[in-house]
């Protein structure tokens, strides 16, 4: 069982940064790949960034190159760094964890955390 807590999320202008944390507890954080989705108002659940055990990393095109994903194994931790922001950013971010094991696929999810963009 993986529990997860995200921080960091609030109000920013357009143009503005963010940094947001996951604090995971109650197993092997390094053994699991992390992600961050968001979902806004009246839209489904989208895939932000994701990072693999290994540190691989991976993002929706719509986030290259303004997002960066990182993870502190030391720490527990993923962050997301996110810098250019946009209104369209606006959504509650949730952290992810997932492992693949012998009898299936361990995923875990975060409460959320909202990021608002508005002047």
């Known amino acids: 069982q993986v529990h997860l807590v995200e921080s960091g999320g609030g109000l920013v202008q357009p143009g503005g940064s963010l940094k947001l944390s996951c604090a995971a507890s109650g197993s092997i954080f390094s053994l699991y790949g992390m992600g961050w989705y968001r979902q806004a108002p009246g839209k489904q659940r989208e895939l932000v960034a994701t990072?693999?055990?290994?540190?691989?990393?991976n993002y929706a095109d719509s986030v290259k190159g303004r997002f960066t994903i990182s993870r502190d194994n030391a720490k527990n931790t993923v962050y997301l760094q996110m810098n250019s922001l946009k209104p369209e950013d606006t959504a509650v971010y949730y952290c992810?964890?997932?492992?693949?094991?012998?009898?299936?696929?361990?995923?875990?999810w975060g409460q959320g955390t909202q990021v608002t963009v508005s002047s």
């Open positions: 990072i693999t055990s290994g540190g691989s990393t």
């Open positions: 992810n964890a997932r492992r693949a094991t012998l009898v299936g696929v361990e995923n875990y």
